[in-house]
């Protein structure tokens, strides 16, 4: 007899309902979750980081020093997606950014990696 009518007879229509296994136990606490968006607001730089970007490994060692809990990077940004938020891109520029290095790699760099090689006057022996 199958699983599901043996089920179904000892135990009636709930226990036909789905019944996903629970799952492993959350690191942070719900109390933990909740305030981590409160953490974050106050900014990067006052967590000793340089900039204003967070990123996930940032977040990942905010999580560990604030809660006691490790988390990778890449789990950082699942738990940040189930809290509602999504990446985004910064708003200012980074403040160690360099304007004059950048437009002297545009006109003197980037040209040159993007010319051709002159062509050969001796064809190869291949």
Known sequence: MSQWLTRGREGGPEALRAHPPP????????????ALPHLLARGAEAFGFLGEVWTS??????????FGVHYHPDHVGRLLRTAGWSPQKPIRRATQRDE??????ATEQWPALQAK??????????
Request: net charge positive; charged share 30%.
């Open 57 to 66: 490994k940032r977040i990942a060692r905010v999580i560990a020093d604030e």
């Open 100 to 105: 004059a290095a950048i437009e002297r790699w």
């Open 117 to 126: 090689p002159a062509p050969r006057s001796v064809p190869s022996s291949g």
């Open 23 to 34: 799952g492993r136990v959350p690191r942070l606490t719900t109390e933990q979750r909740a």
